[in-house]
């Protein structure tokens, strides 16, 4: 069963605005990461955060995590309507064949031009 | 990045038939491969574990005689659906663990439609 949640389950902005997803879990990680994916295509790996940080930035990605409260949030600046996607937060457990990922539920964005 | 590919990216199939979805590692060699499954409008759910030259590990409610899965290289793995049904039809997604930057790379997905 997926562990994370994430709100909102769809947002839709205009371009130019700031987009702001938020992934909760339940269980300890080793990491978290943030994937995007367009629409009946495969998953694109966006940007991964340890346990041990707090926050990261890629272009106009960033990450926040908070493991005292189990959750995760994404923002997109300045976001394009290229950016229209779902997103998904995945939890990283690493084990002795590999990292598993459990999946959120996903936040479906819609940018409007 | 890595690439990992699927083939056939999408297959129409008769009920009963059996379906066999290939994942590659293109660049790299992956040990450790997982195979999800994605409803429309959902998330990925994890349905097995597939490690080179030994059984696949299930997800608790995943049958392991109705998706056969086998890895056989180092840069391959398969799964089978056996004897699909409409309720199979979904998009079937792979990935592999590449150990040095210890990633999993996505596949491009094969949709799956049982008539």
């Known amino acids: 069963s997926q562990q994370g949640e994430e709100d909102p389950q769809a947002l839709s902005i205009q371009e130019g605005e700031n987009a702001t997803m938020n992934c909760s879990y339940k269980t300890s990680i080793n990491n978290l990461q943030w994937y995007r994916q367009n629409s009946g295509r495969g998953l694109v790996h966006l940007i991964l955060i340890r346990s041990n940080e707090r926050e990261k930035h890629s272009g106009r990605l960033r990450v926040t995590l908070d493991t005292s409260k189990k959750s995760s949030s994404l923002l997109i600046t300045a976001s394009r309507a290229a950016d229209t996607a779902s997103y998904f937060c995945?939890?990283?457990?690493?084990?002795?064949?590999?990292?598993?990922?459990?999946f959120g539920e996903g936040t479906q964005l819609t940018v409007n031009p | 990045g890595a690439v990992v590919s699927q083939h056939p990216s999408w297959v129409i199939c008769k009920s009963g038939t059996s379906v066999k979805i290939e994942c590659r590692s293109l660049?790299?060699?992956?040990?450790?491969m997982f195979w999800y499954r994605q409803f429309p409008k959902q998330s990925l759910m994890l349905m097995a574990t597939?490690?080179?030259?030994?059984?696949?590990?299930?997800e608790q409610g995943v049958e392991k005689d109705k998706f056969l899965i086998n890895h056989a290289s180092l840069t391959l793995s398969t799964l089978t659906v056996t004897s699909a049904h409409p309720e199979d039809s979904s998009f079937y997604i792979c990935s592999a663990w590449d150990s040095g930057p210890d990633t999993q790379y996505f596949g491009p997905g094969t949709r799956l439609t049982v008539l």
């Open positions: 995945a939890t990283v457990l690493r084990g002795t064949s590999g990292s598993r990922l459990t």
């Open positions: 597939s490690n080179e030259g030994s059984k696949a590990t299930y």
């Open positions: 660049d790299f060699q992956a040990t450790t």
